[in-house]
């Protein structure tokens, strides 16, 4: 099995005997029964809920196989996999590097918790690169990265950062999100754990939250598996079942919202009312050659910086919209628009010249968005 693709189709399911479903049935249990007494504290066997299902355990081995590492972890959202991991690996007097362009939740855990708990975080400029290297000190237990960056969409140099890391034993943590690592492979890349939110494409209806964390060593799985253990961790067998489900079909949705969302950016380019379009596949961005170095592809998010104007002028653009949502999150089978600004936090990089709108593309036509963002900007003015 060659091909992702493929393997997404086949991996993680029971072996056909008489009438096999063709995933692994969902098995809702906290308790399991044994017949025989002596066989409950064995090692081998899973001895309660908490502990999974062959579901999770089918998901994990597609977690595993969608970044070629070597563990996968599951958490019951897209945040916990961001703050779980980095909390694996931290102790107070710890030092915590974070890119300015980190998803908003993922920053406020570093800045509450993280401080809480004695640990420091320092903002670093996502296009830092090599020189990270003089930000990274002794106590520096982890770099965080993401790319591109929430809302901004910076593409960093993973591979740069992660080999300055490894220098001086910290270990890297991507927010993988956004390329779903279809398109993106960061721990091919030098990083060691990548995070998803497989709320987005895996989940991909918007009716799910779900998270999974990748580990490139069986070191570091063992540290997060541990982390999970000692917190509780646990995620619903109904909700895992959902995700690998979303595993099966994820490569062509995720195909068809690239494509709709690179025919959007670039037609959104060409309008008055647009003064930057932030998409990595475009010549214009500022990192699109970073991005031809490490990425194969784009992803169904993008941003707008719009014409300057009121906000209410935002807002009614938005709400003209007919065919775009007004939510968060992304990946799902239906397309969605917000303005950016009210949740926008940069200590780093120029203001945008005016209001950001970010567009997640589902599965409509791209003909019928163009012809629907077209109306829309009627009412901006
Ligand atoms: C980049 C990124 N990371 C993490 C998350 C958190 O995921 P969840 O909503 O599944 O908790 C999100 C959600 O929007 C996200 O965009």
Same mark, same amino acid.
């Given at each position: 099995?060659?091909?992702?693709?493929?393997?997404?189709?086949?991996?993680?399911?029971?072996?056909?005997?008489?009438?096999?479903?063709?995933?692994?049935?969902?098995?809702?249990?906290?308790?399991?029964?044994?017949?025989?007494?002596?066989?409950?504290?064995?090692?081998?066997? &899973?001895?309660?809920?908490?502990?999974?299902?062959?579901?999770?355990?089918?998901?994990?081995?597609?977690?595993?196989?969608?970044?070629?590492?070597?563990?996968?972890?599951?958490?019951?959202?897209?945040?916990?996999?961001?703050?779980?991991?980095?909390?694996?690996?931290?102790?107070?007097?710890?030092?915590?590097?974070?890119?300015?362009?980190?998803?908003?939740?993922?920053?406020? +855990?570093?800045?509450? +918790?993280?401080?809480?708990?004695?640990?420091?975080?320092?903002?670093?400029?996502?296009?830092?690169?090599?020189?990270?290297?003089?930000?990274?000190?002794?106590?520096?237990?982890?770099?965080?990265?993401?790319?591109?960056?929430?809302?901004?969409?910076?593409?960093?140099?993973?591979?740069?950062?992660?080999?300055?890391?490894?220098?001086?034993?910290?270990?890297?943590?991507?927010?993988?999100?956004?390329?779903?690592?279809?398109?993106?492979?960061?721990?091919?890349?030098?990083?060691?754990?990548?995070?998803?939110?497989?709320?987005?494409?895996?989940?991909?209806?918007?009716?799910?939250?779900?998270?999974?964390?990748?580990?490139?060593?069986?070191?570091?799985?063992?540290?997060?598996?541990?982390?999970?253990?000692?917190?509780?961790?646990?995620?619903?067998?109904?909700?895992?079942?959902?995700?690998?489900?979303?595993?099966?079909?994820?490569?062509?949705?995720?195909?068809?919202?690239?494509?709709?969302?690179?025919?959007?950016? &670039?037609?959104?380019?060409?309008?008055?009312?647009? &003064?930057?379009?932030?998409?990595?596949?475009?010549?214009?961005?500022?990192?699109?050659?970073?991005?031809?170095?490490?990425?194969?592809?784009?992803?169904?998010?993008?941003?707008?910086?719009?014409?300057?104007?009121?906000?209410?002028?935002?807002? &009614? +653009?938005?709400?003209?919209?007919?065919? =775009?949502?007004?939510?968060?999150?992304?990946?799902?089978?239906?397309?969605?628009?917000?303005?950016?600004?009210?949740?926008?936090?940069?200590?780093?990089?120029?203001?945008?010249?005016?209001?950001?709108?970010?567009?997640?593309?589902?599965?409509?036509?791209?003909?019928?968005?163009?012809?629907?963002?077209?109306?829309? =900007?009627?009412?901006?003015?």
């Amino acid at each position: 099995m060659t091909h992702r693709r493929t393997r997404f189709a086949h991996l993680g399911r029971p072996e056909p005997t008489l009438a096999t479903p063709v995933n692994h049935p969902v098995e809702r249990a906290s308790t399991l029964l044994f017949d025989k007494s002596e066989d409950l504290y064995r090692s081998d066997l &899973r001895g309660y809920g908490r502990h999974g299902s062959q579901v999770h355990d089918a998901l994990k081995r597609l977690f595993v196989d969608l970044e070629g590492g070597a563990t996968a972890q599951l958490y019951p959202s897209g945040v916990m996999a961001c703050t779980q991991p980095v909390l694996s690996f931290v102790r107070p007097g710890d030092h915590v590097l974070l890119t300015d362009s980190a998803y908003g939740p993922t920053r406020f +855990f570093c800045q509450t +918790f993280l401080k809480q708990m004695g640990v420091e975080t320092e903002l670093y400029d996502p296009r830092i690169g090599a020189g990270i290297e003089a930000l990274i000190r002794d106590n520096t237990a982890v770099v965080l990265l993401e790319s591109p960056g929430s809302l901004t969409f910076e593409i960093q140099d993973i591979p740069a950062i992660s080999a300055a890391a490894r220098k001086r034993a910290a270990v890297t943590i991507v927010d993988n999100t956004w390329s779903a690592g279809l398109t993106c492979n960061p721990l091919a890349l030098g990083a060691d754990i990548t995070t998803h939110s497989a709320t987005k494409y895996f989940g991909g209806h918007g009716d799910l939250l779900y998270g999974g964390a990748i580990c490139a060593s069986e070191d570091h799985g063992s540290t997060l598996a541990l982390t999970a253990k000692q917190l509780g961790v646990a995620s619903s067998p109904d909700d895992a079942y959902q995700v690998l489900r979303g595993f099966r079909s994820v490569s062509a949705r995720f195909a068809q919202q690239e494509r709709t969302a690179e025919a959007l950016a &670039r037609w959104l380019a060409d309008r008055d009312e647009v &003064r930057q379009v932030l998409h990595p596949a475009l010549p214009s961005h500022p990192d699109h050659a970073l991005w031809r170095r490490d990425f194969s592809g784009g992803a169904c998010l993008f941003g707008a910086v719009l014409a300057p104007g009121p906000v209410v002028q935002v807002d &009614r +653009f938005i709400d003209a919209l007919r065919l =775009f949502g007004v939510g968060f999150s992304y990946g799902g089978f239906e397309s969605l628009a917000i303005h950016c600004d009210p949740q926008l936090k940069r200590k780093f990089g120029e203001p945008f010249e005016g209001p950001l709108v970010r567009f997640a593309c589902g599965l409509e036509h791209p003909d019928d968005l163009i012809a629907d963002l077209e109306q829309a =900007f009627a009412q901006y003015s």
